[in-house]
T-cell receptor, first 112, second 112 residues
């Protein structure tokens, strides 16, 4: 168990509605990441954080925002969901000691 | 532009034989490489890594080879087992950087 959870695990929402996905880690890691996984694209970085209130954009950040008010929580928000944001979303933290990322179980989001 | 590429979307291998998964990268500054394994409905899990100062790293049945001049790495699984059937992602990073760059994944099927 890598000590990282995501909620909800599944969500269906309508186009235009706001959606927030939560990532929670229990090991006090500074670096956290949000990815989306789509067929033919692998894992693409949406946003990442290198500390409380310190975040930066990844390669597919349009339409997404993040917040990190506590070390253990990293929130991903879709301000107005679109069908192109239907995907599986993974959160991860980076262990700076080993330079490895550990992933949560994923959230399957469907935007209808 | 994809900095890490896995050109084979799928691979089938007989149980007991060798599986070879390939990965190419374009950024010569990458100095740390990882392989992740992903089962359906689960998050990716770390498998093996290699730093750019090495050309081979071995862990049980898994060996990663790095050819820096060709910007190519490969994962060898010997002998392959049915439980190895999964999607494998390669990833690259800078040790001093914040981001990991993932390939599109190769789906390995090991046939009993």
């Amino acid at each position: 168990d890598a000590g990282i959870t995501q909620s909800p695990r599944h969500k269906v929402t309508e186009t235009g509605t706001p959606v927030t996905l939560r990532c929670h880690q229990t090991e006090n890691h500074r670096y956290m990441y949000w990815y989306r996984q789509d067929p033919g694209h692998g894992l693409r970085l949406i946003h990442y954080s290198y500390g409380v209130k310190d975040t930066d954009k990844g390669e597919v950040s349009d339409g997404y925002s993040v917040s990190r008010s506590k070390t253990e929580d990293f929130l991903l928000t879709l301000e107005s969901a679109t069908s192109s944001q239907t995907s599986v979303y993974f959160c991860a933290f980076r262990d700076r000691g080993t330079n490895e990322q550990y992933f949560g179980p994923g959230t399957r989001l469907t935007v209808t | 532009d994809q900095q890490v590429k896995q050109n084979s979307p799928s691979l089938s291998v007989q149980e007991g034989r060798i599986s070879i998964l390939n990965c190419d990268y374009t950024n010569s500054m990458f100095d740390y490489f990882l392989w992740y394994k992903k089962y359906p409905a689960e998050g990716p899990t770390f498998l093996i890594s290699i730093s750019s100062i090495k050309d081979k790293n071995e862990d049980g049945r898994f060996t990663v080879f790095l050819n820096k001049s060709a910007k190519h790495l490969s994962l060898h699984i010997v002998p392959s087992q049915p439980g190895d059937s999964a999607v494998y992602f390669c990833a690259a990073s800078l040790l001093i950087g914040n981001q990991f760059y993932f390939g599109t994944g190769t789906s390995l099927t090991v046939i009993p």
